[in-house]
């Protein structure tokens, strides 16, 4: 069942409600347009983020293949299974597997960790074994 948000009411206002601004205030906004904006404050982003990497070209950088990749995704064709149901049973394994990371593991844009990744398997009934 669907949760219904807080209150709803529309607040109604007339122009004349409104109060306007002074002519110091306008005068201010239109100095301050000029100004150089300081950026000092704002932290750098640090640690993994979701960045498109790019080559000296601008073309987007594809992950090499993979070879646990490719076999995902051969089973999830032969059963003619999507990924949202593959992301359904994965999350019967491990239940903080997001859906968006079994997108983009499957498209090739994200790589996922152990625990994920062995949701998926699990999930397809597929192992990993060692080339002889």
Not at 71 to 95: D, F, M, N, P, T
Not at 98 to 114: D, H, I, M, N, T
């Amino acid at each position: 069942m669907s949760q219904k948000s807080g209150d709803r009411r529309i607040v109604r206002k007339r122009a004349a409600d409104i109060r306007r601004s002074s002519p110091e205030q306008l005068a201010e906004i239109a100095s301050a347009k000029d100004e150089e904006i300081d950026t000092s404050d704002i932290p750098e982003r640090t640690g993994p983020a979701n960045r498109v990497v790019r080559d000296a070209r601008g073309r987007i950088v594809r992950p090499t293949k993979s070879r646990i990749r490719a076999a995902v995704l051969s089973e999830i064709e032969r059963r003619g299974i999507s990924g949202h149901q593959l992301w359904i049973e994965a999350s019967k394994r491990c239940e903080t597997i997001p859906e968006s990371a079994v997108y983009e593991f499957l498209s090739g844009k994200r790589q996922v960790g152990l625990a994920y990744l062995d949701a998926m398997l699990d999930a397809l009934d597929l192992t990993v074994n060692r080339r002889s």
